[in-house]
């Protein structure tokens, strides 16, 4: 089935340590998206990409990296500068075109959720 | 910078009843807008896009858009106790979604 991976679902973090995040998607999508979502708060936009070797900062980028290798591939790091890491991380893609029959939804991962020790 | 507001709730009805669920955005650009449906520790999954002024059916769920009012609202009527769920209102320019806080519906039986 076509769909969007993430991975770990869990994740748990000492103070100081890299983690990354992994997002697969086999639905031929060109644009990716990572979020940050804290309770009670919407999605907030790190970063995003719509071709390969491309990415955009969004609104917090600030202490994530991501890399764009591959198109199916769009992975996050979470560094240890993220002072405040611990949040629901979602995952997702979209077609970049504006073609009869695309609606601009965006297509989510199940999310990872990680939590700072 | 863009802001999508909406009522963070708890919004609480009797099923059966009409919710009303209202959004309001400060980009006059905005071409397209969403109503994503969220469960508790789950992520969110599409419910309804609208794209011109007027409203929208698909089922029991109504959007309505006003780009004069820089408005957009979501109607679901014969509400269900399975509705109970965080909506989040999205709108995109040039493709970038940005997202309201949501506002959390409960149904009551």
Known sequence: DGGITQSPKYLFRKEGQNVTLSCEQNLNHDAMYWYRQDPGQGLRLIYYSQIVNDFQKGDIAEGYSVSREKKESFPLTVTSAQKNPTAFYLCASSPWTSGIGDTGELFFGEGSRLTVL | ?109
């Not at chain 2, 509705?83 to 995109?92: E, K, W």
């Open chain 2, 1 to 109: 910078q863009k802001e999508v507001e909406q009522n963070s709730g708890p919004l609480s009805v009797p099923e059966g009843a009409i919710a009303s669920l209202n959004c309001t955005y400060s980009d006059r650009g905005s071409q397209s807008f969403f109503w994503y449906r969220q469960y508790s520790g789950k992520s969110p999954e599409l419910i309804m896009f609208i794209y011109s002024n007027g409203d929208k059916e698909d089922g029991r769920f109504t959007a309505q858009l006003n780009k004069a009012s820089q408005y957009v609202s979501l109607l679901i009527r014969d509400s269900q106790p399975s509705d109970s769920a965080t909506y989040l209102c999205a709108v995109t320019g040039s493709y970038i979604p940005t997202f309201g806080r949501g506002t959390s519906l409960i149904v009551h039986p």
